[in-house]
């Protein structure tokens, strides 16, 4: 078992930023990938952002150019780095972490961009 603990998001004024954090715990092995996703209301759940063992990345095209993922893998943390952000970037966004095909997903933290 893995457990996923997110933190960073807030209410940020557009053209903001904000950094999330997850922490991965548990029986954790040496290849894995970390990412995040989000869910906005009435929306289904997006990719944002993946990141593999070999810092290989993925991104989805409304956010390349703007967010950077980051990986610390002595601490096994994952960064989502949000810059210029926008009203539409509002969502809960959730950490991910998949290991030789299984799939764990943190609690959820909330994003919102609001003047």
């Known amino acids: 078992q893995v457990q996923l603990v997110e933190s960073g998001g807030g209410l940020v004024q557009p053209g903001g930023s904000l950094r999330l954090s997850c922490a991965a715990s548990?029986?954790?092995?040496?290849?894995?990938?970390m990412g995040w996703y989000r869910q906005a209301p009435g929306k289904q759940r997006e990719l944002v952002a993946t990141?593999?063992?070999?810092?290989?990345?993925n991104y989805a095209d409304s956010v390349k150019g703007r967010f950077t993922i980051s990986r610390d893998n002595a601490k096994k943390t994952a960064y989502l780095q949000m810059l210029l952000l926008k009203p539409g970037d509002t969502a809960v966004y959730y950490c991910?972490?998949?290991?030789?095909?299984?799939?764990?997903w943190g609690q959820g933290t909330q994003v919102t961009v609001s003047s």
């Open positions: 991910n972490f998949d290991q030789n095909g299984y799939r764990y």
């Open positions: 990141i593999s063992s070999g810092d290989s990345t």
């Open positions: 548990g029986s954790i092995f040496s290849i894995y990938t």
